[in-house]
């Protein structure tokens, strides 16, 4: 197949590997580099580095709706236009343009977890499963029918970011599944029920203040759904302690109490959580057995507060 590929962050990356070992990739389009980190240096998109590095051509536009775009796309007449994690919706003249149409490649169980954070939100929620979901695209959000999917079990000490890797590679496997059923006539689109659909919006760090006197299930899906950005935190000598990734186990206590330092151990409002890797304010991050080494946490210390 002729595809242009649309997709911007690392997750996207193996759906457009996978392609460009099977099929014709005529064009990528990706967003525009954006300053990074303290410095602010411009940085290409994942995607964009994966096609130079694929000799593929790379358009930038700020909006698909201004400019060129329909233009170049249509001139192109690639037979199915695929979009993972592109950024921006695609207004319907360019929706139009392939015979095989636009597909796109999301981190969920559609219709459960439309949005931009469809993986860190199954965690979060302390969900058992999620997966990868190929679709028709339309005007709407995430609403367009469904072609085929993959299941994901999500293990209790999955972080975000292992799910989210996981999905990545199935999501390059199901696309490339998907377009060789298209190409053979063999797809039976599903229309999603909307009654089901949940919406999962995009983090910020509001999300990030732990409370403890929750369960200690709720505070470990809280640090795994927040790992690794935007990150759980708390506090701890009037400084803020970013809490990476926890396990879960036995234990009473006030809620932010120190129970134990071997492991280092947090009571919660029910059980407790031991914190495995943490990062204070101004230091690097570290396993918490390095940590213990340089900080003096007492049994009874309360952190949080």
């Known amino acids: 197949m002729n595809i242009v590929f649309m997709g911007t962050p690392d997750f996207a990356v193996p759906s ?22 303290r410095k602010m240096i411009l940085t290409p998109p994942d995607v964009k580095v994966c096609a130079e590095k694929l000799n593929i051509p790379v358009y930038q536009p700020e909006k698909l709706r201004i400019g060129d775009s329909f233009d170049i796309i249509s001139k192109m007449n690639p037979d199915v236009i695929v979009v993972v994690a592109y950024g921006q919706i695609l207004p319907e003249n360019i ?36 997966g990868v979901t190929t679709m028709y695209m339309e005007k709407g959000l995430d609403t367009g029918d469904i072609l085929l999917v ?37 797809l039976t689109p599903i229309k999603q029920d909307d009654t089901q659909s949940s919406y999962a919006k995009m983090l910020d760090k509001s999300l990030c203040n732990i409370d403890f006197n ?27 302690l970013k809490i990476f990734e926890t396990r879960l186990t036995k234990g009473n206590g006030k809620p932010g109490e120190i129970i134990s330092t071997n492991p280092l151990t947090v009571a919660c409002g029910e059980d407790a959580v031991i914190v495995n890797t943490l990062q204070l304010q101004g230091k690097k991050k570290m396993d918490s057995k ?7 946490l007492e049994i009874g210390t309360i952190i949080g507060e």
């Open 150 to 186: 993959d299941e994901y079990e999500i293990d209790i000490n999955d972080t975000a970011g292992d799910v989210f890797d996981k999905l990545a590679v199935m999501g390059g496997n199901l696309i490339l599944k998907t377009l060789d059923l298209a190409e053979k006539e063999g």
């Open 95 to 130: 929706l139009n343009i392939p015979k095989y149409g636009c597909i796109n490649v999301h981190g969920s169980l559609l219709p459960k977890y439309r949005g931009a954070a469809p993986i860190q939100w199954a965690v979060l929620n302390g969900d058992k499963k999620t």
């Open 214 to 240: 929750k369960l200690a299930s709720e505070v470990h899906n809280q640090v795994r759904g927040l790992s690794p950005w935007p990150v759980a935190t708390t506090s701890y000598n009037g400084k803020v």
């Open 290 to 296: 390095a940590f213990l080494q340089g900080h003096k």
């Open 16 to 37: 457009l590997e996978k392609l460009a070992q099977h099929h014709n990739i005529m064009a990528v389009f990706t967003q525009p580099d954006k300053p990074v980190g």
